[in-house]
C-alpha cells in the first residue's frame, strides 16, 4: 500500500510555526515510505476566510523547501485539492447519510439555537448539545420545508451513549462517550461543508492512510470514526502530534513572547533550515544526542515511535535563536551571502554590498558571522565598510584621558600608516604594536580610539582584519575626518 499523508491548512490567517512542524513530519513520512504528501486546502469556513492567505500559505510552504506532490498548482489523479471546489461531493455524501438515517435535516433557526445553548448552560450543562427537535419532522413536513426553500442543515444522528474507540498511533486508544458529541452540522446553510464532514470524504477520497495533525482534534476524531462506520469506509491510521506552547507554564505560542508566524520568523532573518531544524525536535526525538539534523537525515530518521506522548512542547525561543547563529556561523561565506540575497528581495530590505564584489563581501562575512545570529543583524553589523561611519567626539575619545592625547595617537597612526607600501594584515598588526610600544600608549587606548574612528562601534571584528578589507585610501580618509572633530 502506497503511504499518503496530506497537509490540510485552512486559509484563516497566517501559516504558524507548529503547522509546518506538522507538515513536516507528514513530509518525512511520506518521503521515507516512497509515499505521496498531500496538499489540501480547506477553505469551507467562509467567515473565518482571509482573502490572500492561500496563496501565502502556499508561498511558506515553498520557502520552507518543502512542495507537494498532489494539490493546488500540482494537480494530481484527486483533484481539485480546494474543497470550496469540491462542494457538489460533499453534498452528494451528505444526502447518502441521509438517505441511509444517520444524518437528518434540521430547520432550526440560529435563533432558537442560541436561546437552546443559553438555557443549556444555565442549567448547568457540561456542554451544549442540539436538542434533536428536528430529528422528529415528518417525512412530509420536511419535504414541503425544502420545497418552500426554508434554510435548513444537515446534522449527523450521533448515536446515544456509545463509546466510540480509535487507535492512535502514539496515544495508543483512546475512548469518547457519544454523551459529550453533539449531532454535529454535516452541510451548513450556505451550502459548504463543515469540516468535519469535508475531512472525512477528502481524507477517504484522496486515499490518506495516515493522518498527522495537532492532538487539539483528538475530541472531533470520534465524529470522524462515526462518519467513517457510517459511510462503511476504512478509517486511516491516526497520530496525533504534542502542540506547542510557550516556555513559561502551559501558555499557547503568543504574539507576547515573540513571532508566532512562520512568515515573521522568517522576516527576522531565521534561516529556513535552521528553523526546519529546531521544528524538528518539537514533539519527536532521535534517541541519540544528534541535534543537528539536514531534511535529508531526518527523513531518514524521522520515525513515529519516537514522538513524543505529551500534550505540549515547549517552544524555546533562546534555542532557536541559538541554533539560527550555529548555521550562519558554519555557512560558507558564499552561501550565506546566497541566503542574505533572498531573504532582502523577499522582504525588500536594502542589503550593504550589493554593488560591491563578490570576494570582498565574502571576507566580510568571513570576518563577521560569529557575531551574527539573524540575518537582520548583517547590515548592523557591516555597515561601516560600505559607508563612513557617523562619529561623537565624546564617543570618540572615551578611551583616552584627554583630546590632545587622543589626537595624537590618531595623528601618530595617520603618519605610520601614510608610510606603509603593502597594505597587509599581519604587516599592520605588527607595526601597529610597534608604534603604540615605542609610545608607551596603552593598547586598550590606542586601538579603542582607532577602533571607534573606522566604524563608529565598539564592539568588532579583529581592527587589522577591518583595516586589511577597508584599504589604506579609506583607512586615511576616516583618520582625517575623525583628526577634523
Ligand atoms: N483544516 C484543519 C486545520 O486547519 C486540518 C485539521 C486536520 O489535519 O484534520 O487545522
Redesign the pocket.
Known amino acids: 500500500m502506497e503511504v499518503r499523508t496530506r497537509m490540510?491548512?485552512?486559509p484563516t490567517g497566517e501559516y504558524h510555526v507548529g503547522h509546518i512542524r506538522t507538515l513536516m513530519y507528514n513530509y518525512a513520512f511520506a518521503r521515507q515510505n516512497k509515499g505521496k504528501f498531500i496538499l489540501r486546502i480547506?477553505d469551507t469556513d467562509r467567515e473565518r476566510y482571509v482573502p490572500g492567505a492561500v496563496e501565502r500559505i502556499q508561498d511558506v510552504i515553498k520557502m520552507m523547501g518543502f512542495e507537494w506532490d498532489e494539490g493546488p498548482g500540482a494537480g494530481g489523479p484527486h483533484a481539485p485539492y480546494t474543497q470550496s471546489e469540491r462542494l457538489d461531493l460533499y453534498k452528494k455524501y451528505a444526502l447518502e447519510l441521509v438517505e441511509k438515517g444517520h444524518a437528518y435535516y434540521c430547520f432550526c433557526t440560529e435563533e432558537r439555537l442560541s436561546k437552546l445553548r443559553e438555557e443549556q448552560k444555565a442549567s448547568g450543562s457540561e456542554f451544549t448539545k442540539y436538542d434533536r427537535l428536528c430529528l422528529n419532522l415528518k417525512k412530509e413536513e420536511i419535504e414541503e420545508k425544502l420545497k418552500t426553500g426554508v434554510p435548513h442543515v444537515i446534522r449527523m444522528k450521533v448515536p446515544d451513549n456509545e463509546d466510540i474507540s480509535f487507535d492512535d498511533l502514539i496515544l495508543g486508544k483512546i475512548t469518547i462517550n457519544t454523551s459529550s458529541v453533539d449531532d454535529q452540522v454535516l452541510l451548513k446553510t450556505d451550502g459548504f461543508p463543515t469540516?468535519h464532514m469535508a475531512?472525512v470524504v477528502d481524507d477517504h477520497l484522496m486515499k490518506i492512510t495516515h493522518?498527522m495533525?495537532?492532538n487539539d482534534?483528538v475530541p472531533s476524531t470520534p465524529k470522524h470514526v462515526l462518519l467513517y462506520r457510517f459511510f462503511g469506509w476504512e478509517p486511516p491510521a491516526f497520530v496525533h502530534l504534542p502542540n506547542l506552547k510557550e516556555v513559561e507554564g502551559t501558555r499557547k505560542l503568543s504574539k507576547r513572547y515573540g513571532s508566532v508566524s512562520v512568515i515573521e520568523f522568517l522576516t527576522e532573518g531565521y534561516l529556513p533550515v535552521a528553523l526546519n531544524n529546531f521544528l524538528m525536535f518539537l514533539g519527536w526525538n532521535p534517541g541519540t544526542e544528534k541535534e543537528i539534523y539536514s531534511m535529508e537525515e531526518f527523513i531518514k530518521d524521522f520515525s513515529v515511535d519516537h514522538i513524543q506522548k505529551t500534550d505540549l512542547v515547549a517552544f524555546d525561543r533562546q534555542k532557536l535563536l541559538w541554533i539560527n547563529g550555529m548555521y550562519i556561523r558554519n555557512m560558507p561565506a558564499e552561501e550565506l551571502w546566497k541566503e542574505l540575497q533572498i531573504w532582502a528581495k523577499r522582504f525588500d530590505v536594502f542589503l550593504h554590498g550589493k554593488d560591491a564584489g563578490e570576494k570582498v563581501v565574502y571576507s566580510i562575512l568571513d570576518l563577521v558571522k560569529d557575531r551574527m545570529k539573524l540575518l537582520s543583524e548583517y547590515n548592523s553589523l557591516v555597515h561601516y565598510f560600505f559607508e563612513d561611519p557617523a562619529i561623537e567626539k565624546e564617543e570618540l575619545f572615551s578611551y583616552v584621558s584627554d583630546v590632545s592625547r587622543g589626537k595624537e595617537i590618531l595623528e601618530g597612526f595617520k603618519s605610520l600608516f601614510l608610510e606603509v607600501k603593502e597594505w597587509d594584515v599581519s604587516k599592520l598588526d605588527a607595526i601597529a604594536h610597534e608604534f603604540i610600544a615605542s609610545k608607551e600608549y596603552k593598547p586598550k587606548e590606542a586601538f579603542m580610539t582607532l577602533r571607534i574612528v573606522l566604524t563608529g562601534e565598539t564592539a568588532t571584528p579583529q581592527i587589522f582584519d577591518i583595516l586589511g578589507i577597508l584599504g589604506k585610501e579609506s583607512v586615511l580618509k576616516r583618520l582625517d575626518s575623525a583628526l577634523k572633530i
Do not use: K, L, N, T
Open positions: 490540510a491548512p485552512s480547506e469540516y475531512v493522518i495533525r495537532g482534534w
